[in-house]
């Protein structure tokens, strides 16, 4: 168990359709990630956040977005939904940011199925 | 980040050491390697990292040619519950690096025969 949690853990939607993930950090974690992993794409970055303020953007597309609310959870929004959009979704969290020397801890992921 | 390169997959023994390598020709001196693996669907799980030398912890080693363009993590007593597929990873160190977002590449997918 890695002191990350997400809900849910299984989600299955429309295409068109709008969803939020939710993650909880380890406790006195700071920094928050979003990653994407399917099949075609592999495990790629979306986003960072760190305190509560977006640190970094990667693969993440225009219909998603994410926050890091005051109590350092974060949630993942993503909206009009494509077939494409299925995939695990994993949260990650570490205790700093913009360090090399900086683990990170993952959640066990939420599984997205739009249909 | 500096470019990794594994092979796709390897086996290994039960009980037997499992040796992993990872190659990063273009790594910076400010890169350290980072080696996660993830079993099956699960999420990722940090397993060890190190700049340039060698190091040591309760899950595995790793191992840093002299000229780091090349490492090796070795996983003393594999298990069939170390199969899964292993990243390595080479990430810029030091405060204000930049994204700390992880670039995975395809890894290396290690089966552990009984």
Known sequence: DSGVTQTPKHLITATGQRVTLRCSPRSGDLSVYWYQQSLDQGLQFLIQYYNGEERAKGNILERFSAQQFPDLHSELNLSSLELGDSALYFCASSVLAGTGNNEQFFGPGTRLTVL | ?114
Not at chain 2, 17 to 46: K, M
Request: proline share 5%; aromatic share 8%; charged share 15%.
């Open chain 2, 1 to 114: 980040d500096a470019k990794t390169t594994q092979p796709p997959s390897m086996d290994c023994a039960e009980g037997r050491a499992a040796n992993l390598p990872c190659n990063h020709s273009t790594i910076s001196g400010n890169e350290y390697v980072y080696w996660y693996r993830q079993i099956h669907s699960q999420g990722p799980q940090y397993i060890i990292h190190g700049l340039k030398n060698n190091e040591t912890n309760e899950m595995a080693s790793l191992i840093i040619t002299e000229d780091r363009k090349s490492s090796t993590l070795i996983l003393p007593h594999a298990t069939l519950r170390d199969t899964a597929v292993y990243y390595c990873i080479v990430r810029v160190a030091g405060l204000g690096g930049g994204a700390d977002g992880l670039t995975f590449g395809k890894g290396t997918h290690l089966i552990i025969q009984p």
